[in-house]
């Protein structure tokens, strides 16, 4: 077999397959669970990096499912009938998010979850979860990006309620549940009327013959509401508070992962499937939630007292700065196209950075919970004296999600500060104030749970949960120190797939 | 090493060569300061609003007060918004759903 060519079926397929095997072989011994999640988890992140390399190095790669090599998309008819999936570079840059977030989750989740507590269902659902947002990143197909949508939601809505016997959670994977299958609905909707109007669902194939019908527009309009609400946009988030507040630590950096995925399926159709949309209104409506996220969620994070929480809507908060970078992008296609790209970079190069920085605020909160009992910043305090790592870590991922020089997040709200002054000098100015909000905020946490006199003793924290933080922080300082390099080499040709990529994807798959 | 932002450029190895020559200085106007406190006094101790207690702590709903309380007005509404109800959640979509079908209509 030529692994190359089936690296991109073989990243969806062995976590896939590799979840529904983890109960049975927790059924024989926990130990063997244990190994052979391992080995799912080191072989799927060692296919994404895979793919990842041949599409930066060689351009975009298509796999056809049941073609008899894979690269043949197009049937005799000249129609793309079979499944394909379509890996460009922005596709290769998701992957490789959900398979950072992934391994480090795993890896903290080894010492963080309990026995007696449904590890084995936590891990089944984080790895089904990381097959979903797999597919997504990589379907070249409208109805497969809706099937693994649906499998995102359900392994999501599994971890955040799974945890009957304590917390709120089945409440809050209700909540999540009935959002994430309105929206649903809508895609699947979109997905017919599109289906009904061209007879194909193949991403490129449509996206060479959508016109602007009216269809098409309001495919376009479902579509948005669906993916909107699933990367948790203001209003729309108010189902993330909830999830994230509730979920376990380990699981939580997967649902910021599987926000993000929904985002990229949003860039996908706005300027794949869509050409950009030359209507400036739906451009304006992106930078508007965008702006609108930033803000309302970093107030409400002022006012939280549960450390979970307050993590919680700064993770929404950052959502927000993504939707203002790809915004202004799309909303300046035509006027001001370098700076259009640089917003573009800009909010494709936040995913990255929040991904580790939030990812790190949650496990220091989880592991706060572990060692203390309680995140409540009313009664915490001190805990720096018992927590050292946990503290700096804390305190680390606090200032890069703050967009404090020279750790990772400044870098990319730079970009896109100056790209949106552009647009309005409002937008930035907004975009400021939410981050100096957000400073208030973490300082405000920080001071409260780890600095002053010890109030109450805190249990070691476990090494493995230390090491997977410590990646995380590894990431947050060398994207920070690095910035030129990682925009150089991973988010420009990112950025680029979206901006000019279009045509290269298309004949990637159609062949002219 | 460094990156274009638009209108700027950013390299954090000029930010913390900087930052160091800041520290140098901060650390050049320190060393020149008052010598005769004697360590292990009072002198010491932080100044907590005239707290008296010993192993006095500003928890997390204490620090930035005024802040807070200054902004809870806004934040009140918007809590009020975040009523927990998953029919509010919904009828948030329907709205934003048909904001979206304003905007590709009227304005498509």
């Given at each position: 077999?030529?692994?190359?060519?089936?690296?991109?079926?073989?990243?969806?397929?062995?976590?896939?397959?590799?979840?529904?095997?983890?109960?049975?072989?927790?059924?024989?011994?926990?130990?063997?669970?244990?190994?052979?999640?391992?080995?799912?988890?080191?072989?799927?992140?060692?296919?994404?990096?895979?793919?990842?390399?041949?599409?930066?190095?060689?351009?975009?790669?298509?796999?056809?499912?049941?073609?008899?090599?894979?690269?043949?998309?197009?049937?005799?008819?000249?129609?793309?009938?079979?499944?394909?999936?379509?890996?460009?570079?922005?596709?290769?840059?998701?992957?490789?998010?959900?398979?950072?977030?992934?391994?480090?989750?795993?890896?903290?989740?080894?010492?963080?979850?309990?026995?007696?507590?449904?590890?084995?269902?936590?891990?089944?659902?984080?790895?089904?979860?990381?097959?979903?947002?797999?597919?997504?990143?990589?379907?070249?197909?409208?109805?497969?990006?809706?099937?693994?949508?649906?499998?995102?939601?359900?392994?999501?809505?599994?971890?955040?309620?799974?945890?009957?016997?304590?917390?709120?959670?089945?409440?809050?994977?209700?909540?999540?549940?009935?959002?994430?299958?309105?929206?649903?609905?809508?895609?699947?909707?979109?997905?017919?009327?599109?289906?009904?109007?061209?007879?194909?669902?193949?991403?490129?194939?449509?996206?060479?013959?959508?016109?602007?019908?009216?269809?098409?527009?309001?495919?376009?309009?479902?579509?948005?509401?669906?993916?909107?609400?699933?990367?948790?946009?203001?209003?729309?988030?108010?189902?993330?508070?909830?999830?994230?507040?509730?979920?376990?630590?380990?699981?939580?950096?997967?649902?910021?992962?599987?926000?993000?995925?929904?985002?990229?399926?949003?860039?996908?159709?706005?300027?794949?499937?869509?050409?950009?949309?030359?209507?400036?209104?739906?451009?304006?409506?992106?930078?508007?939630?965008?702006?609108?996220?930033?803000?309302?969620?970093?107030?409400?994070?002022?006012?939280?007292?549960?450390?979970?929480?307050?993590?919680?809507?700064?993770?929404?908060?950052?959502?927000?700065?993504?939707?203002?970078?790809?915004?202004?992008?799309?909303?300046?296609?035509?006027?001001?196209?370098?700076?259009?790209?640089?917003?573009?970079?800009?909010?494709?190069?936040?995913?990255?950075?929040?991904?580790?920085?939030?990812?790190?605020?949650?496990?220091?909160?989880?592991?706060?919970?572990?060692?203390?009992?309680?995140?409540?910043?009313?009664?915490?305090g001190g805990?720096g004296h018992?927590?050292r790592?946990?503290t700096?870590?804390?305190l680390?991922?606090?200032?890069?999600?703050?967009?404090?020089?020279?750790?990772?997040?400044?870098?990319?709200?730079?970009?896109?500060?100056?790209?949106?002054?552009?647009?309005?000098?409002?937008?930035?100015?907004?975009?400021?104030?939410?981050?100096?909000?957000?400073?208030?905020?973490?300082v405000?946490?920080f001071q409260?749970?780890f600095l002053g006199p010890r109030l109450?003793?805190?249990?070691?924290?476990?090494?493995?949960?230390?090491?997977?933080?410590?990646?995380?922080?590894?990431?947050?300082?060398?994207?920070?120190?690095?910035?030129?390099?990682?925009?150089?080499?991973?988010?420009?040709?990112?950025?680029?797939?979206?901006?000019?990529?279009?045509?290269?994807?298309?004949?990637?798959?159609?062949?002219? | 090493?460094?990156?274009?932002?638009?209108?700027?450029?950013?390299?954090?190895?000029?930010?913390?060569?900087?930052a160091g020559g800041v520290t140098l200085l901060a650390l050049l106007v320190w060393s020149r300061g008052r010598r005769d406190y004697t360590r292990g006094t009072d002198g010491e101790l932080p100044f907590l609003s005239g707290e008296k207690a010993e192993g006095a702590h500003v928890g997390?709903?204490h620090l930035?007060?005024?802040?807070?309380?200054?902004?809870?007005?806004?934040?009140?509404?918007?809590?009020?918004?975040?009523?927990?109800?998953?029919?509010?959640?919904?009828?948030?979509?329907?709205?934003?759903?048909?904001?979206?079908?304003?905007?590709?209509?009227?304005?498509?």
């Open positions: 077999m030529n692994l190359p060519e089936h690296a991109p079926i073989l990243a969806i397929a062995v976590p896939l397959l590799g979840a529904f095997a983890l109960p049975l072989w927790a059924k024989l011994h926990r130990s063997l669970r244990d190994g052979w999640l391992a080995l799912v988890a080191g072989a799927t992140a060692a296919l994404t990096a895979l793919v990842a390399v041949q599409v930066y190095t060689t351009g975009i790669q298509v796999y056809t499912l049941g073609a008899s090599f894979p690269a043949d998309t197009v049937a005799p008819g000249g129609f793309p009938i079979r499944i394909i999936l379509t890996v460009d570079a922005l596709s290769a840059f998701m992957g490789l998010i959900t398979a950072l977030v992934a391994v480090v989750g795993f890896a903290y989740a080894w010492r963080y979850l309990a026995e007696d507590e449904g590890k084995t269902l936590a891990l089944t659902l984080g790895t089904l979860l990381w097959a979903g947002m797999l597919g997504m990143a990589f379907t070249g197909d409208l109805f497969n990006l809706f099937v693994f949508f649906e499998v995102t939601s359900i392994a999501a809505c599994g971890l955040v309620g799974y945890r009957t016997w304590a917390s709120r959670g089945p409440e809050a994977a209700f909540k999540t549940m009935v959002m994430y299958t309105v929206g649903g609905l809508f895609v699947l909707l979109a997905v017919a009327l599109l289906y009904g109007e061209y007879g194909a669902l193949n991403l490129a194939y449509l996206a060479r013959q959508i016109g602007g019908s009216l269809i098409d527009r309001i495919a376009l309009a479902l579509l948005l509401g669906g993916l909107l609400m699933k990367a948790g946009a203001v209003p729309l988030h108010m189902w993330a508070p909830d999830a994230y507040g509730e979920a376990p630590a380990q699981a939580v950096i997967l649902l910021v992962a599987n926000t993000q995925i929904s985002l990229y399926a949003l860039f996908r159709v706005l300027f794949t499937l869509y050409g950009g949309v030359p209507d400036p209104g739906v451009g304006w409506l992106v930078v508007a939630l965008g702006t609108l996220t930033l803000l309302v969620a970093a107030l409400m994070a002022v006012v939280q007292m549960d450390a979970g929480r307050l993590v919680a809507f700064g993770a929404v908060s950052q959502i927000g700065y993504m939707l203002l970078g790809v915004g202004v992008g799309l909303t300046a296609v035509a006027a001001r196209p370098a700076y259009g790209l640089v917003a573009i970079q800009g909010g494709i190069f936040h995913m990255l950075n929040d991904a580790v920085a939030i990812g790190l605020l949650f496990l220091a909160v989880g592991a706060v919970e572990r060692a203390s009992g309680s995140r409540n910043l009313g009664t915490l805990l018992d927590l790592w946990t700096g870590f804390f680390l991922g606090a200032l890069a999600l703050a967009g404090i020089p020279p750790l990772n997040g400044f870098a990319s709200k730079l970009m896109i500060y100056q790209s949106s002054f552009l647009l309005s000098p409002i937008l930035s100015a907004l975009a400021i104030l939410a981050s100096i909000l957000l400073l208030a905020v973490f405000r946490a409260g749970a109450r003793k805190a249990e070691p924290v476990p090494v493995p949960m230390l090491v997977a933080m410590g990646v995380l922080a590894l990431g947050v300082l060398a994207l920070g120190l690095f910035p030129e390099l990682v925009v150089r080499h991973l988010v420009a040709p990112a950025a680029d797939a979206l901006w000019t990529g279009r045509d290269l994807y298309l004949q990637a798959v159609l062949g002219r | 090493m460094t990156l274009l932002t638009g209108h700027g450029f950013w390299n954090p190895l000029l930010w913390l060569a900087a997390g709903g930035y007060w005024g802040f807070v309380e200054g902004l809870r007005p806004y934040v009140a509404r918007l809590r009020a918004l975040h009523s927990g109800l998953v029919n509010d959640y919904v009828a948030w979509l329907v709205v934003i759903l048909a904001v979206a079908f304003l905007i590709v209509l009227v304005g498509g």
